[in-house]
């Protein structure tokens, strides 16, 4: 353990530079060709499987693992991409454990699920490394689309809208593409710059012109590209976080768990990235998991997740939990932020109250406790800022502070469709959801566009 670890206060270089790349590489290592054969021989291709029911883009998981198993994971990637063009970094990052793994046959009966994510990794990164493009554009429709957002719901209405023939812009607001898969994941889940290798496979089919640094709201309004285009979707992500609601949360060395696992991600040098020497972070979803253990993976001494509720209610899987544990975090339940302990402007440490149902309501027992830090992360949730669509000339429906649309993703207002994180009832953090909406969007778009020439 190198010296510098011990520094007080937020510094950078906790680590020898080797310790670095240790630390940060791939969680799960990609199978190679046998690893793959043999675990794709454990899958009972089950008709009507639970796991493809499971899988919010309904991928055949049972015909891909069939195609890796005779030797044809070109196929097996292809099987993917027809129903998530973004299966490369849905194999990295989906919550594999809660959804398609959780009710694998082989679980339920022996605990020990077919490895579906690494399965589905092994035959997309094997047609990705090869280029295999599978789809050839359509003949050209004459329409064109506004995609507002270059996240994981924006790229695959892009690609499945391209794909029918369609002219596509994506105008996103930061210098890369990818949204979340780009800048809100841990390192360790996507190395090497997948992220940015998947959208330039998306996007080599053509048809699609991605322009950054563009902001709803800021560069056009929603009115604007209602007018100079055919359709528009709006896949914006959540701007906003939530306030700890704590006496002296301004305080030096209080920042928001998704700023921080950014800049994490864009850092060209993991050394020169400072770090407390005693972290808190505030939240129990993967946000709060990620900011944890990349903490303690820069070298923090001590990583506290201090949680309002019972580890049941942990948004965070079991296995991201115990992931936290296995890597030195310390998960603290039934605790919620009271005040922020401030030395001369700088975080001296946090001070939480203890929790407790009491009718069904969480309540403050009245009872505190003091933990020792010089950095807390905020990571109790996102909100959708909304003001971007203010302008638009026409009213969007809301609905708990996102937008309202219906079963094919249309809002109120004519045109415009919405999915992913921005709209109602959407699955936060999960990848895969969002592309489910965005391919959703763009089949109702496309027959919007086909049937009478107008959305």
Same mark, same amino acid.
């Given at each position: 353990?190198?010296?510098?670890?011990?520094?007080?206060?937020?510094?950078?270089?906790?680590?020898?530079?080797?310790?670095?790349?240790?630390?940060?590489?791939?969680?799960?290592?990609?199978?190679?060709?046998?690893?793959?054969?043999?675990?794709?021989?454990?899958?009972?291709?089950?008709?009507?499987?639970?796991?493809?029911?499971?899988?919010?883009?309904?991928?055949?998981?049972?015909?891909?693992?069939?195609?890796?198993?005779?030797?044809?994971?070109?196929?097996?990637?292809?099987?993917?991409?027809?129903?998530?063009?973004?299966?490369?970094?849905?194999?990295?990052?989906?919550?594999?454990?809660?959804?398609?793994?959780?009710?694998?046959?082989?679980?339920?009966?022996?605990?020990?699920?077919?490895?579906?994510?690494?399965?589905?990794?092994?035959?997309?990164?094997?047609?990705?490394?090869?280029?295999?493009?599978?789809?050839?554009?359509?003949?050209?429709?004459?329409?064109?689309?506004?995609?507002? =957002?270059?996240?994981? +719901?924006?790229? @695959?209405?892009?690609?499945?809208?391209?794909?029918?023939?369609? !002219? *596509? #812009? %994506?105008?996103?607001?930061?210098?890369?593409?990818?949204?979340?898969?780009?800048?809100?994941?841990?390192?360790?889940?996507?190395?090497?710059?997948?992220?940015?290798?998947?959208?330039?496979?998306?996007?080599?089919?053509?048809?699609?012109?991605?322009?950054?640094?563009?902001?709803?709201?800021?560069?056009?309004?929603?009115?604007?590209?209602?007018?100079?285009?055919?359709?528009?979707?709006?896949?914006?992500?959540?701007?906003?976080?939530?306030?700890?609601?704590?006496?002296?949360?301004?305080?030096?060395?209080?920042?928001?768990?998704?700023?921080?696992?950014?800049?994490?991600?864009?850092?060209?040098?993991?050394?020169?990235?400072?770090?407390?020497?005693?972290?808190?972070?505030?939240? =129990?979803?993967?946000? +709060?998991?990620? @900011?944890?253990?990349?903490?303690?993976?820069?070298?923090?001494? !001590? *990583? #506290? %997740?201090?949680?309002?509720?019972?580890?049941?209610?942990?948004?965070?899987?079991?296995?991201?939990?115990?992931?936290?544990?296995?890597?030195?975090?310390?998960?603290?339940?039934?605790?919620?932020?009271?005040?922020?302990?401030?030395?001369?402007?700088?975080?001296?440490?946090?001070?939480?109250?203890?929790?407790?149902?009491?009718?069904?309501?969480?309540?403050?027992?009245?009872?505190?406790?003091?933990?020792?830090?010089?950095?807390?992360?905020?990571?109790?949730?996102?909100?959708?800022?909304?003001?971007?669509?203010?302008?638009?000339?026409?009213?969007?429906?809301?609905?708990?502070?996102?937008?309202?649309?219906?079963?094919?993703?249309?809002?109120?207002?004519?045109?415009?469709?919405? =999915?992913?994180?921005?709209?109602?009832? @959407?699955?936060?953090?999960?990848?895969?959801?969002?592309?489910?909406?965005?391919?959703?969007?763009?089949?109702?778009?496309?027959?919007?566009?086909?049937?009478?020439?107008?959305?």
């Amino acid at each position: 353990m190198a010296e510098g670890q011990f520094k007080q206060g937020i510094a950078a270089g906790r680590l020898a530079p080797p310790e670095y790349a240790d630390n940060f590489s791939d969680l799960h290592p990609p199978f190679d060709r046998h690893e793959a054969l043999v675990e794709a021989d454990r899958c009972y291709f089950c008709y009507d499987a639970p796991c493809m029911q499971a899988c919010p883009t309904s991928i055949d998981i049972p015909m891909f693992i069939r195609q890796i198993s005779t030797g044809n994971p070109v196929g097996a990637a292809k099987t993917i991409f027809d129903q998530n063009i973004l299966g490369g970094m849905c194999a990295r990052v989906c919550p594999t454990e809660t959804l398609c793994e959780e009710v694998c046959v082989r679980e339920v009966a022996e605990g020990k699920p077919v490895q579906i994510g690494r399965l589905q990794r092994f035959a997309t990164d094997t047609a990705m490394a090869q280029h295999k493009q599978f789809y050839e554009r359509a003949a050209p429709t004459g329409k064109r689309i506004a995609v507002v =957002g270059a996240g994981p +719901a924006g790229l @695959a209405c892009a690609h499945r809208l391209a794909v029918n023939g369609h !002219e *596509v #812009t %994506i105008y996103e607001a930061k210098p890369k593409a990818g949204g979340l898969n780009e800048y809100g994941i841990a390192a360790y889940k996507s190395v090497d710059g997948f992220a940015q290798a998947e959208v330039d496979y998306i996007t080599a089919v053509g048809g699609i012109d991605v322009q950054h640094d563009k902001a709803l709201g800021r560069d056009m309004s929603l009115a604007e590209l209602a007018s100079s285009h055919d359709a528009v979707f709006l896949g914006m992500g959540l701007a906003g976080v939530n306030a700890l609601r704590a006496e002296g949360e301004g305080a030096e060395g209080v920042q928001d768990a998704v700023d921080f696992i950014a800049e994490l991600r864009q850092a060209g040098d993991l050394a020169q990235l400072p770090v407390g020497r005693r972290v808190v972070v505030i939240g =129990g979803g993967m946000t +709060a998991i990620d @900011a944890a253990i990349q903490s303690k993976l820069l070298g923090a001494e !001590e *990583v #506290t %997740i201090c949680y309002r509720r019972g580890k049941e209610h942990m948004n965070a899987s079991e296995f991201e939990q115990d992931l936290a544990a296995s890597k030195g975090v310390t998960i603290r339940h039934w605790l919620q932020p009271k005040s922020v302990i401030d030395a001369g402007g700088r975080v001296a440490g946090i001070e939480l109250e203890y929790t407790t149902l009491r009718d069904g309501k969480l309540v403050g027992t009245g009872e505190t406790m003091l933990i020792d830090a010089d950095q807390v992360f905020k990571a109790i949730g996102q909100s959708f800022d909304a003001s971007p669509l203010n302008g638009s000339g026409n009213s969007i429906a809301m609905e708990g502070g996102r937008i309202k649309v219906d079963t094919e993703g249309r809002t109120s207002m004519a045109k415009v469709w919405a =999915g992913g994180d921005c709209v109602v009832d @959407a699955r936060e953090d999960l990848t895969v959801a969002a592309v489910a909406a965005g391919r959703d969007a763009a089949e109702s778009i496309h027959r919007a566009l086909t049937s009478n020439g107008r959305a």
